[in-house]
């Protein structure tokens, strides 16, 4: 996709959501327009329309719960606290909540943002990963979103479409849902071909940056290379996607599946920007003090929580079904302490 084509979709994408006539808010906090984005003192709110859509009218599902979505801390706000937590010294972890209930969990915990996982998303409908659509998939990530006030990036995976054109309007749905981030993948769910050449990947990454930066608010976009979880153990190649996408504008960094503190290492000096690392390879999973040390700068759970809670469940599952005993009630949390998490 030319920075031509990715202007003229950018444009056509305001005037879809009523971009138009921004002025500074009379509410204090930002701008707003009169009908689309708004983003002030009294919060986030987004109107979505019925616009085109490869070819077709559709007002995706996640947007269905409500003509405007309402966040008690702006989106603007969010986005730029997820900033400054790739600016702040050392590392800071990034858990993966696969629906409301385990997103109240983890805030209650402490932690200071939340990204989804592809893998954990398509668990909770009874599917491997990969095989969800695109709008179950920001579906999803909705019900994560409006269940916390703090930062929320998504796993994007390809941007559900081969080509740079669908890379960059993924991340226009994704920010029209109340995402302050989001990951795109250089592979897809092929198995004789998974992964895409170079050019076409970093012109993917091209596209789907200069959809962020259309955006009126500073959008977080993370680059993946696929390599190594996809059948292509190449240090080489994987070092050099990740400078090519840096070059294309990416904000944060990462190559999953990473053997090694070396490759870690390795990953985190050959570019400037952010580096995520994602635990939960058995054998792989390095300490927060070992990451920061090889310079990672966040560190994400990927579906390693979701297989906990899996296990968890099988572990009890087992117990009454095999033993035929309950001692497994004994270890868990009493109703009032869970919903301690949880509102009134």
Partial sequence: MTKTKVRAEAESFRSR??????????????????????????????????????????????????????????????ALRFQELHRKPGAFLIPNPWDAGSTRLLAGLGFEAFATSSAAAAGVLGRRDGRMTRDESLANARLIVDATDL????DLEHGFGDGPDSAAETIWLAAGIGLVGGSIEDARADREKPIYDIALATERISAAVQAARSLPFPFTLAARAENFVRGNPDLDDTLKRLVAYEKAGADVLFAPGLPDLASVRAVCSAVSKPVNFAVGGRGRSFSVAELVAAGVKRISLAAAFYRAAMTGLIDAAKEVREKGTFTFVDRVMITPELNGFFPD
Avoid at 47 to 75: G, K, V, Y
Avoid at 151 to 154: E, K
């Fill in 17 to 78: 959501f009523n971009f138009t006539s921004r002025w500074p808010s009379s509410l204090g906090g930002g701008l707003q327009s009169r009908k689309g984005w708004r983003d002030s003192s009294k919060g986030f709110q987004f109107a979505p329309n019925r616009f085109p859509l490869s070819n077709r009218i559709l007002l995706p599902t996640i947007l269905l719960q409500t003509s405007i979505h309402t966040m008690t801390t702006t989106q603007h706000e969010k």
């Fill in 151 to 154: 930062p929320v990036a998504a």
